[in-house]
Nanobody, 120 residues
Framework: QVRLAEFGGGSVRAGGSLRLSCAASGSIFSINAMEWYRQAPGKERELVASITHDDRINYAESVKGRFTLSRDDAKNAVDLQMTSLKPEDTAIYYC??????????????WGQGTQVTVSS
């Protein structure tokens, strides 16, 4: 079994910064990709940033230039550094991981979510 543990989050004023961390643990041979999603009240969950095993990084347009995703392979972890935060960044942030199986498919895992609140 694989578990995703999320750290960070909290409350900050607009313009401030926060750092989210997500560490995967358990039966891990390799990780194909890890992502951060977010879900604001009354809205659908959306992809914020992703990083693949070969270091391809993508960001949502709304966070480009403000958020930076990095990976620590030794810890099976990813960090999301969020700067210049805006009230519209307020949401529950979820870590997500894609792990390959011996059958050539993928298994998907979610973290429990961490609240980010940005006040104006």
């Amino acid at each position: 079994q694989v578990r995703l543990a999320e750290f960070g989050g909290g409350s900050v004023r607009a313009g401030g910064s926060l750092r989210l961390s997500c560490a995967a643990s358990g039966s891990i041979f390799s990780i194909n990709a890890m992502e951060w999603y977010r879900q604001a009240p009354g809205k659908e969950r959306e992809l914020v940033a992703s990083i693949t095993h070969d270091d391809r990084i993508n960001y949502a347009e709304s966070v480009k230039g403000r958020f930076t995703l990095s990976r620590d392979d030794a810890k099976n972890a990813v960090d999301l550094q969020m700067t210049s935060l805006k009230p519209e960044d307020t949401a529950i942030y979820y870590c997500h991981a894609e792990l390959p199986t011996v059958l050539g498919t993928f298994q998907y895992y979610w973290g429990q979510g961490t609240q980010v609140t940005v006040s104006s």
